[in-house]
T-cell receptor, first 111, second 110 residues
Framework: KAGVTQTPRYLIKTRGQQVTLSCSPI?????VSWYQQTPGQGLQFLFE???????NKGNFPGRFSGRQFSNSRSEMNVSTLELGDSALYLC??????????FGEGSRLTVL | QQPVQSPQAVILREGEDAVINCSSS?????VHWYRQKHGEAPVFLMI?????EQKGHEKISASFNEKKQQSSLYLTASQLSYSGTYFC???????????FGTGTRLTIIP
């Protein structure tokens, strides 16, 4: 059974640019959550999608957005990048609630 | 609001025991525990639901005291493979999003 796949794994952007990250959940999983991980802050919840609808949202500015497609694949977008957006972005899928299966993440560096 | 984990870091010798605590200011519905090894994705360990249950996973077990809004993770006879950062995640009533603590870094030395 394939795990959660995130692309790209690494990327470098400059301030002001935008970025789109992709997440393919485990087959059959309809819930996709996104987390930002930085040293000292742990895992900060961004948003969760279930059946193409945003079900929960964390306390991040509107520059952070996401969506989910009918095949449960999800994307998140960060516009007008800032230096502080440099982080590991983790995607996790689950059937509905309960155990989360994490991908290996997309490491974003903003210069 | 993030749950608070303690200690932030701990170093143990192989075979020693460890306890990692997680506390919240909110009434909790569930507590999740995950372990993340360096450079890898977090991996699920267990979920504890409201009801004060205790669960086990090999030599790793956990308890959930809903009255105190606390959970503790117990690692007995630690092995080198237990090294990593442990995160607790909490769900409170009416809010299904999982909020993680800042993690506890566990280092096991031979």
């Amino acid at each position: 059974k394939a795990g959660v796949t995130q692309t790209p794994r690494y990327l470098i952007k400059t301030r002001g640019q935008q970025v789109t990250l992709s997440c393919s959940p485990i087959s059959g999983h309809r819930s996709v959550s996104w987390y930002q991980q930085t040293p000292g802050q742990g895992l900060q919840f961004l948003f969760e999608y279930f059946s193409e609808t945003q079900r929960n949202k964390g306390n991040f500015p509107g520059r952070f957005s996401g969506r989910q497609f009918s095949n449960s694949r999800s994307e998140m977008n960060v516009s007008t990048l800032e230096l502080g957006d440099s982080a590991l972005y983790l995607c996790a899928s689950s059937r509905n609630t309960g155990e989360l299966f994490f991908g290996e993440g997309s490491r974003l560096t903003v210069l | 609001q993030q749950p608070v984990q303690s200690p932030q870091a701990v170093i143990l010798r192989e075979g020693e025991d460890a306890v990692i605590n997680c506390s919240s200011s909110k009434a909790l519905y569930s507590v999740h525990w995950y372990r993340q090894k360096h450079g890898e994705a977090p991996v699920f360990l267990m979920i504890l639901l409201k009801g004060g249950e205790q669960k086990g996973h090999e030599k790793i077990s956990a308890s959930f005291n809903e009255k105190k809004q606390q959970s503790s993770l117990y690692l007995t006879a630690s092995q080198l493979s237990y090294s990593g950062t442990y995160f607790c995640g909490t769900e409170d009533f009416g809010n299904e999003k999982l909020t993680f603590g800042t993690g506890t870094r566990l280092t096991i030395i031979p």
